[in-house]
């Protein structure tokens, strides 16, 4: 595989063949793959933790959606860049190094601006090192290719797992608190009877609502788990 | 006495799966066949009881503002708390690294039986949660060890029974959309409504 890869760059050098086009047909498949058909949260099964703990309200999820895609971005992009220096018996060390310093600095910077919304997220934020995209990413994808792919191959991983969960959120919110991003939507309205479903700010609600958000992006995309 | 009921609530009314969603990934991937569930399930008992007490003494010796102080007097405004994920998820890996050598060792037939999922367990979020929680909730070292046994056994109930779940659900008709994931996300749903029925008792 190696030769190969070196056989390749020396005809490249030889000829000087035109430099990919920044957004070409593969890298924006590998952007927009994650989003539906090979989505982390609903086909791989990945990050659900985070996924469901801080989908009560849509502001702490939007803050969360937006952590995980700056550390998936990051860290793809650094071990990408080390990827050929890493030995391969200590890369799973390597890697969580790597992931448990952004997430650190994610957790800084949060405390030091945005303290109220640290303490809703509490621990979360720290399991953002053990949501299991950021670890797959890094083995599956930046362990192999160059960083600028890396860097889309992380956006859209992360946007695929941003989407998902402020959906949930939205339903969770919208159904549980009858508000959106905080706004009384239903009082705004004028429907002020509006029942808030109490399953719904529950965990019971979140299983329920991914569980039916799975089966319709399924259906729609046709995957199947057997 | 207080030991004893932050096990108990770590087992049924804060379940690390039910309540705090934590540990989904293998709780969801592991969960097939009662067997395996039974195995990771113990594993993580395990793992638990032991990396919760040693990242206690971490953090009450090394981490915490002024902890340092049994150095001397100089060390004793230092404050290292940001390094907690660091350090927390290192003793993990270790720990779990360590755990995998001992039972290899000591009993070749439970190390085979775990097999894959002695590795998998350093990035369960159960484990790292657990500690976190730990540190929230300001336990003292007696009581982090309880809370650490209290949420392996609530993490192997929680696994072992939908694992015999799933196993059921073979034999019944459910939609292809809902095949695998969907279906399995509902079921822990229903059965998260099953274990709210804990939340009355006081303890």
């Keep these: 595989m190696s030769n190969e890869a070196a056989v390749v760059e020396k005809v490249q050098e030889v000829v000087k063949a035109p430099a990919e086009p920044l957004l070409s047909k593969r890298r924006k498949k590998i952007v927009s793959d994650p989003l539906s058909e090979d989505n982390p949260i609903t086909v791989q099964v990945l990050g659900i933790c985070s996924a469901l703990a801080v989908t009560v309200k849509m502001e702490p999820t939007l803050v969360m959606s937006v952590a995980v895609v700056f550390v998936i971005v990051f860290s793809n992009l650094i071990i990408s860049l080390l990827r050929n220096t890493i030995p391969n018996r200590v890369r799973i060390i390597v890697q969580l190094a790597v992931i448990a310093t952004l997430v650190t600095l994610v957790s800084e910077v949060l405390k030091a601006y945005y303290y109220d919304m640290f303490k809703v997220l509490s621990v979360f934020v720290g399991l953002i090192i053990t949501n299991c995209i950021v670890m797959g990413r890094l083995e599956a994808y930046a362990m192999g290719n160059k960083p600028y792919d890396s860097i889309l191959d992380g956006l859209g991983s992360g946007f695929g797992y941003a989407w998902i969960i402020l959906t949930v959120a939205f339903f969770r919110e919208l159904l549980g608190s009858g508000s959106i991003f905080d706004f009384k939507i239903f009082e705004a309205v004028g429907w002020y009877s509006f029942p808030n479903n109490g399953l719904m700010v529950d965990p019971v609600g979140a299983f329920m609502v991914l569980g039916i958000l799975i089966w319709v992006q399924r259906t729609k995309t046709g995957y199947v788990e057997h | ?203």
């Design chain 2, 1 to 203: 006495m207080e030991a004893f009921n932050i096990a108990l609530r770590g087992i049924f009314i804060d379940n690390m799966i039910f309540a705090y969603f934590l540990g989904m990934c293998s709780f969801l991937a592991v969960s097939k066949k009662v067997s395996t569930a039974l195995g990771l399930g113990l594993a993580v008992i395990f793992v638990l009881s032991i990396t919760v007490p040693v990242n206690w003494l971490l953090q009450e010796f090394i981490l915490k503002e002024g902890a340092l102080s049994w150095l001397g007097a100089d060390f004793a405004t230092i404050d290292l708390t940001f390094l907690q994920f660091i350090m927390f998820i290192a003793v993990i890996a270790s720990m779990v690294q360590l755990v995998e050598m001992v039972i290899e060792k000591v009993s070749p037939a439970l190390y085979g039986s775990l097999g894959i999922f002695l590795p998998l367990i350093a990035v369960n979020c159960a484990i790292l949660g657990s500690s976190l929680f730990m540190v929230q909730r300001d336990y003292t070292i007696v009581e982090a060890t309880s809370f650490g046994f209290g949420s392996g056994v609530g993490f192997f109930l929680a696994i072992v029974a939908l694992a015999a779940i799933r196993e059921k659900l073979k034999y019944s008709r459910v939609p292809n959309g809902l095949k695998g994931l969907g279906i399995t996300m509902l079921i822990t749903g229903l059965m998260g409504l099953a274990f709210k029925s804990f939340i009355g008792i006081a303890l």
